[in-house]
Structure formats: structure tokens, C-alpha cells
């Protein structure tokens, strides 16, 4: 059974910064391609960065590049979402999506409705 489990989350002020993880079970994060999605109440999900598998393709939304780094830990099973310089327009949940078999290509992240496999997601809160 597939499972993935996000934490990190927290309330940060402007500025700072948040490493999110996304710990994944069941399957092996080396075989699919993981994103990060943020979203608000009432809102769509919003997708802010895509990793690959083998070759390690990396893909942001024009929001995170400069500031969000994606990586995948093989060892660990788990992806990470290094947040930098963080605004309060950053303020969302933020899930962990995988998918086997999806490509990532620079520059674009597969929206929503390809993911078949969600976490429950974490609060991120950036405010003074």
C-alpha cells in the first residue's frame, strides 16, 4: 500500500525558511516522479515543484524558481522541498503527490489529475 507522509510544516516568519519532507512508503521514490502542490481554501491545488526519477530532472512553477529546491534522498525514501526566503503569499497546505511512469521535463509539472498517489499534507504559515 502506498503511502506518503508530509511534515516540516510550521509557521515561519517572512523571510525565513522551511524544509518540507515528503516520507514515502510502498513504493520506491527512486521509481516515480514526486511533486510538491500547494493549496488554499477554496482554491485549486497549485503545483510548485516536480522531481524525476533516475535522471533527476527538477521542474518549478515560476513562484518557487530562486527559492524553492527540490531533492530526493533514494537512501531515506523520502523527498524534500528546501524553502527559502519565504513570503506570506507562500501560506498554503502543501501536499506530496508520486506517480509512476509520469515525465517530468524542464519548465513544466504535470497539474493534478495525473497523481494517483496524495499525502494529507502540511500547513505552512509564513506571517509576522
Known amino acids: 500500500q502506498v503511502q506518503l507522509v508530509e511534515s516540516g510544516g510550521g509557521l515561519v516568519q517572512p523571510g525565513g525558511s522551511l524544509r518540507l519532507s515528503c516520507a514515502a512508503s510502498?513504493?520506491?521514490?527512486?521509481?516515480?516522479?514526486i511533486s510538491w502542490f500547494r493549496q488554499l481554501p477554496g482554491k485549486e491545488r497549485e503545483a510548485v515543484a516536480a522531481?524525476?526519477?533516475?535522471?533527476?530532472?527538477?521542474s518549478y512553477a515560476d513562484s518557487a524558481k530562486g527559492r524553492f529546491t527540490i531533492s530526493r534522498d533514494n537512501a531515506e525514501n523520502t523527498v524534500y522541498l528546501q524553502m527559502n526566503s519565504l513570503k506570506p503569499e507562500d501560506t498554503a497546505v502543501y501536499y506530496c503527490a508520486a506517480e509512476k511512469g509520469l515525465v517530468i521535463v524542464t519548465f513544466t509539472i504535470p497539474p493534478a489529475g495525473f497523481y494517483t498517489n496524495w499525502g494529507q499534507g502540511t500547513q505552512v504559515t509564513v506571517s509576522s
Open positions: 522531481i524525476s526519477t533516475s535522471d533527476g530532472v527538477r
Open positions: 510502498g513504493l520506491g521514490v527512486d521509481d516515480y516522479a
